[in-house]
């Protein structure tokens, strides 16, 4: 059975320790000549917006977004090293993202709200860019809203892969805002409380699966599995205290 599982990347991969609010800072910095007032509030929010709220707060006019994007990757590159020293990839990612890679009739991308250049930063980090099909992911300078991606993501998978228009998409994320990207876009969603939001959050939110994180591969596996042989979301609150 096809199935196209769309993973998020901050707090649900890897645990990047600060560094991308790091990354908010020197962009902001970069444009803005001096620093903002405040950290940048991400929570599952596409780097347009996050950025977007960054200049609003202070005061000052947004830049055009192409200087935005490049400032953003500018400082991203500059933060590989400290990422790898500080950050982390989570329990059971290699494994997890190993097993949906080599499964047939996969595809397994990302959807985030990093722009492309710092998603592969912060994957390539920990060796996760090459167990994803990245070409076809969708990316925070590809829409404002976390849900728009998802249409993004389904059309290049279709391009690069063929794949039918009613292939069912998983989500696999940490935020109440991954949650509603795949129940606005009629996708499944796997939950996981590895970021700051409870499994309890998570599933009053609407998830139907919230796992505590990404460490059991069989169970992973199974849920997958299940959702592909369905083609819908599940009825069931697996894993979900």
């Given at each position: 059975?096809?199935?196209?599982?769309?993973?998020?990347?901050?707090?649900?991969?890897?645990?990047?320790a600060?560094?991308?609010?790091?990354?908010?800072?020197?962009?902001f910095?970069?444009?803005?000549?001096?620093?903002?007032?405040?950290?940048?509030?991400?929570?599952?929010?596409?780097?347009?917006?996050?950025?977007?709220?960054m200049?609003?707060?202070?005061?000052?006019?947004?830049?055009?977004?192409?200087?935005?994007?490049?400032?953003?990757?500018?400082?991203?590159?500059?933060?590989?090293?400290?990422?790898?020293?500080?950050?982390?990839?989570?329990?059971?990612?290699?494994?997890?993202?190993?097993?949906?890679?080599?499964?047939?009739?996969?595809?397994?991308?990302?959807?985030?709200?990093?722009?492309?250049?710092?998603?592969?930063?912060k994957?390539?980090a920990?060796?996760?860019?090459?167990?994803?099909?990245?070409?076809?992911?969708?990316?925070?300078?590809?829409?404002?809203?976390?849900?728009?991606?998802?249409?993004?993501?389904?059309?290049?998978?279709?391009?690069?892969?063929?794949?039918?228009?009613?292939?069912?998409?998983?989500?696999?994320?940490?935020?109440?805002?991954d949650?509603?990207?795949?129940?606005?876009?009629?996708?499944?969603?796997?939950?996981?409380?590895?970021?700051?939001?409870?499994?309890?959050?998570?599933?009053?939110?609407?998830?139907?699966?919230?796992?505590?994180?990404?460490?059991?591969?069989?169970?992973?596996?199974g849920?997958?599995?299940s959702?592909?042989?369905?083609?819908?979301?599940?009825?069931?609150?697996?894993?979900?205290?």
């Amino acid at each position: 059975m096809e199935l196209i599982v769309l993973w998020d990347i901050d707090h649900t991969l890897i645990e990047n320790a600060g560094v991308s609010k790091e990354i908010y800072a020197a962009a902001f910095s970069a444009l803005a000549g001096r620093r903002p007032t405040g950290p940048a509030r991400t929570e599952g929010r596409t780097d347009r917006l996050i950025m977007r709220d960054m200049f609003l707060r202070d005061g000052l006019p947004e830049p055009d977004w192409p200087a935005v994007e490049a400032a953003l990757a500018h400082a991203g590159e500059d933060r590989l090293d400290d990422l790898r020293i500080r950050g982390t990839a989570l329990p059971g990612v290699h494994e997890a993202l190993k097993a949906a890679s080599a499964h047939d009739g996969w595809v397994s991308s990302v959807l985030t709200g990093n722009i492309a250049a710092n998603a592969r930063v912060k994957l390539s980090a920990f060796g996760l860019d090459p167990l994803l099909d990245l070409a076809a992911g969708a990316y925070g300078a590809d829409a404002e809203l976390r849900p728009d991606l998802v249409a993004v993501a389904r059309e290049r998978t279709r391009r690069l892969h063929d794949v039918a228009a009613n292939v069912p998409v998983v989500l696999v994320g940490d935020t109440p805002r991954d949650v509603e990207a795949a129940l606005t876009t009629d996708s499944a969603i796997i939950a996981v409380a590895s970021g700051i939001h409870s499994a309890e959050e998570l599933a009053a939110a609407g998830a139907s699966v919230v796992l505590p994180d990404l460490s059991d591969t069989a169970e992973l596996l199974g849920i997958l599995e299940s959702l592909a042989a369905r083609g819908k979301r599940p009825r069931t609150s697996l894993g979900c205290p």
